[in-house]
């Protein structure tokens, strides 16, 4: 996942299949903390590229209350 946060990496993981890898483990996969994790992977992959100033979404602050509608989500799927 950590590969994923910068736009470079997220390339590099698009050209190199990764998302096939990826779409095949879902599958498969039983245990939810890790479809949880590729769903979300799957999803940074295939989504827009963020804007401008954005690339890195390590760096990226998010607003408190978005940060906890999005804690408040993944409570509920859990």
Known sequence: AQ???TA???AQLRARGSY???RELHAREDDPEVLR???KLIQ????DE????MENLLEVTIPE???RRLR???EEEE
């Open 44 to 47: 940074v992959l295939i989504g």
């Open 20 to 22: 096939l890898v990826l």
């Open 37 to 39: 994790a590729c769903q």
């Open 8 to 10: 470079p990496g997220r």
């Open 3 to 5: 590969l994923a946060a």
């Open 50 to 53: 963020p804007e401008a100033g």
């Open 65 to 67: 209350e978005l940060q």
């Open 72 to 74: 408040q989500e993944d």
